[in-house]
């Protein structure tokens, strides 16, 4: 009804033009976009090799997305830290990071770990970039990477940890989702408010996503991205989100991660970096410190294991800053 309606319109206005000489004119008004400030993330990122013979750091930053490399950075691939790997995307419907830690067994059968969380992250960073997500289901994010991983005509062959969180700019909330002894925190006003759990099948053997091949079928490890622990917290303005992998949780404890986060004074993306820098390096020097009663110590002892020390092991470390700032369509 509502066409005829119109067009019964446009006809009497045609004959009235005909009567006073004047060309009918059809003007279509478009409404104008609204744009809304909005949270979005400042974030840098530092990891290091175990490696390394020599403690040093390979950093990224990502200002609003963006990332660029330092000269030390050199040294790895662009998105990995040994068998670590992560990524950092931006979208109009959310900033997401991810990490993801390789199982080092697989070099047992001449098969790089690093290959597989490097693959995965980057899929999640396309996926994400791409517009192809949901901010509410960072699981989904995994889901269809892994697919794609697992799809390829040229399957790679290999497990990871893998953690992913989402900011929801509409919402104020961070969607997460978290499989295997990766993970991260939600830290306000020196405090932490949330913090991932570590999933374990048994001491020092983590949740994993495997490609593995079907000889091996049956005989690796092998959970699916549904098994993730999930969680969605509200966030606010000048809340640092953490993410990190083994490497991080296993040599350093909270308080020792907080010390560092209470030397972000100017929240600048230079001052996230040099935190983000210090807290890899001191990682990375406790895991090959002996007499020292880690977390990954601690954790032995508790499943009847003498053991005093940190682990060497990759670090990978995300600090992202809560932003209002940035304008973004409120609508497609």
């Not at 053997?205 to 091949?213: D, E, M």
């Not at 079907?214 to 098994?227: F, N, Y």
């Amino acid at each position: 009804m509502q066409s005829l309606t119109v067009y019964g319109r446009f006809v009497v206005r045609a004959l009235l033009s005909e009567v006073s000489g004047e060309l009918p004119a059809v003007t279509w008004m478009r409404e104008p976009q609204v744009l809304r400030r909005s949270y979005h993330l400042v974030t840098a990122s530092a990891g290091i090799s175990k490696t390394h013979s020599v403690p040093g750091v390979a950093t990224r930053v990502a200002a609003n997305g963006g990332s660029t490399s330092s000269a030390a950075a050199s040294l790895v691939d662009e998105r990995t830290f040994g068998d670590d790997a992560f990524f950092v995307a931006r979208h109009r419907l959310g900033d997401v990071l991810g990490v993801a830690d390789g199982v080092g067994g697989w070099r047992t059968y001449g098969i790089d770990p690093s290959l597989m969380p490097t693959s995965l992250m980057a899929i999640c960073e396309r996926m994400v970039r791409e517009g192809r997500f949901n901010p509410k289901q960072p699981v989904d994010i995994l889901t269809t990477s892994l697919a794609e991983v697992q799809q390829d005509k040229a399957p790679l062959l290999g497990s990871c940890t893998a953690c992913v969180v989402a900011l929801h700019r509409e919402e104020s909330a961070l969607y997460t989702a978290n499989l295997g002894d990766s993970g991260f925190m939600v830290v306000r006003d020196g405090k932490v408010v949330h913090r991932s759990e570590e999933q374990q099948h048994y001491f020092n053997t983590p949740y994993q996503l495997s490609v593995a091949p079907a000889t091996m079928e049956g005989m690796v490890l092998s959970d699916k991205p549904e098994m993730a622990a999930r969680s969605c917290i509200k966030v606010q303005e000048g809340d640092i989100i953490l993410l990190g992998t083994d490497g991080l949780f296993d040599n350093m404890k909270d308080e020792q991660i907080l010390r560092h986060l209470a030397r972000l004074v100017d929240h600048s993306v230079e001052a996230i970096q040099r935190v983000a820098d210090s807290i890899a390096k001191e990682a990375h020097k406790l895991g090959f410190t002996a007499n020292y009663v880690s977390p990954f110590s601690t954790h032995a002892a508790a499943n009847g294991f003498n053991f005093i020390g940190g682990k060497p092991d990759d670090v990978t470390v995300l600090i992202a800053r809560v932003t209002i700032g940035g304008e973004f369509p409120s609508t497609e």
